[in-house]
Each structure stands twice: as C-alpha cells, then as structure tokens.
C-alpha cells in the first residue's frame, strides 16, 4: 500500500512557474513508476506525465512537452513536477498517481493516487 501527498500549488500569473511535489510512503519508492494528471473543472482527468522506476525514462502529454518537467528523488520518496511558462488552460487539480507495473497514459490503470493539489494560472 503507498499512501501519497501532494503539495506545492497555489495562484499564479501566467507565465510563472510552479513546483509540485509528492510524498509517498511506500518502503520501496524505487519499485513504483509515478506520474501527474491533472482534472479542470467540467473536464475528465487527464494525463500530464510520468517517470519510469529508476527516473531514466519520462513521457509527457503533448500539452505540457517543453514546459514541465517531472522528475523523481528515490533517496527522498519524492516525485516533482516543475512547471514553467503557465497557462490558464493549466489550471486543474493536479494528483500524483503510483504504481508498480505501469506507466502510461492511462489513468484507470494506475493503483494509487493523492488527494490533489489545486493551481490556479491567472491571465
């Protein structure tokens, strides 16, 4: 069982920047692939990227490619998620989702989420 906790969001201007982080409480960090989706309002929730176990491969909705960048610390059991140039269209509720054999783009197939954090981008 991982239990994980997002933190990190907030309001800003578009074109600033945010730093996502998520704490897991599994033992073994290393053996989860983690990613970051995102859900706006009066949309479905949707991807926004992932990292494999070791950190060595990342994958990103085209959306977001150029402008986030996740990354993961294992020593730390933390996953972040650094997001440059905003938009309003980024506004969401972002969660941190974990799992042990899978790393896609597909969020029913994901095991463990957090509760999520709120950013909201003015214009």
């Known amino acids: 069982q991982v239990q994980l906790v997002e933190s990190g969001g907030g309001l800003v201007q578009a074109g600033g920047s945010l730093r996502l982080s998520c704490a897991a409480s599994a033992r073994t960090f290393s053996s989860y692939a983690m990613g970051w989706f995102r859900q706006a309002p009066g949309k479905e929730r949707e991807f926004v990227a992932a990292?494999?176990?070791?950190?060595?491969?990342?994958s990103y909705a085209d959306s977001v490619k150029g402008r986030f960048t996740i990354s993961r610390d294992n020593a730390k059991n933390t996953v972040y998620l650094q997001m440059n140039s905003l938009k309003p269209e980024d506004t969401a509720v972002y969660y941190c989702?974990?799992?042990?054999?899978?790393?896609?783009?597909?969020?029913?197939?994901?095991?463990?989420w957090g509760q999520g954090t709120q950013v909201t981008v003015s214009s």
């Open positions: 989702a974990a799992d042990r054999s899978y790393w896609g783009s597909e969020d029913s197939a994901w095991n463990y």
């Open positions: 990292i494999s176990w070791s950190g060595g491969s990342t």
